[in-house]
């Protein structure tokens, strides 16, 4: 069964380094999404990405984020300069159209910023 | 400020006993209401709901949507222990499909 792809499983970084989250969406996929949850919270919404652009951002997605899909299949997340509060699962979602709109989630990227 | 909330926040049963999630929603534009379950690290789809009052079932997990009094109810039937996990609500609302989260219900079924 095709699946979302996370890449790392882990990261851990220093306070203010840059991290780069990668997801490989399910391939005829073409809405992207990343969500966000800190240990013990709920999921929160950060951003969806459809078409080359971000369609909607949360208050969370600050200046410190961008997002993008550099070579046509991995869907990044980046983050500029991290902080302890960034520490968190990381998790890519895509679905296929607007029709079939049913999100699958990657297994997520646990961010660890010291 | 879209809203969606579930109860009970955890939940202790034995094998064999049938539970009730409940999620509740305020939102604008309501689309959808999807049920995610979250074991060990990714949420997993189990149903999606547009439409009033049709059951949704697969095996022992039902689902149903009340869009006149916004809310929806997950029931499990002969619980077993690996249903053990948090159970998540999640809303599509707006003009997007992103999705907003309620805090989860975590499970656990004892043998």
């Known amino acids: 069964e095709p699946e979302v792809t996370q890449t790392p499983s882990h990261q851990v970084t220093q306070m203010g380094q840059e991290v780069i989250l990668r997801c490989v969406p399910i391939?005829?996929?073409?809405?992207f999404y990343w969500y966000r949850q800190i240990l013990g919270q709920k999921v929160e919404f950060l951003v969806s990405?459809?078409?080359?652009?971000?369609?909607?951002k949360s208050e969370i997605f600050d200046d410190q984020f961008s997002v993008e899909r550099p070579d046509g299949s991995n869907f990044t997340l980046k983050i500029r300069s991290t902080k302890l509060e960034d520490s968190a699962m990381y998790f890519c979602?895509?679905?296929?159209?607007?029709?079939?709109?049913?999100?699958?989630f990657g297994a997520g990227t646990r961010l660890s910023v010291l | 400020e879209d809203k969606v909330v579930q109860s009970p926040l955890s939940l202790v049963v034995h094998e064999g006993d049938t539970v009730t999630l409940n999620c509740s929603y305020e939102?604008?534009?309501?689309?959808?209401l999807l049920w995610y379950k979250q074991e060990k690290k990714a949420p997993t789809f189990l149903f999606m709901l547009?439409?009033?009052?049709i059951e949704k079932k697969s095996g022992r997990l039902s689902s149903i949507l009340d869009k006149k009094e916004l809310f929806s109810i997950l029931n499990i039937t002969a619980t077993q222990t690996g249903d053990s996990a948090v159970y998540l609500c999640?809303?599509?609302?707006?003009?997007?499909?992103?999705?907003?989260f309620g805090a989860g219900t975590r499970l656990t079924v004892k043998p």
């Open positions: 979602a895509t679905h296929r159209d607007f029709v079939k709109n049913i999100q699958y």
């Open positions: 391939s005829n996929h073409l809405y």
């Open positions: 990405f459809y078409n080359n652009e971000i369609s909607e």
């Open positions: 939102v604008t534009n309501f689309r959808s």
């Open positions: 547009t439409s009033s009052g």
């Open positions: 999640a809303v599509e609302a707006g003009n997007n499909n992103d999705m907003r």
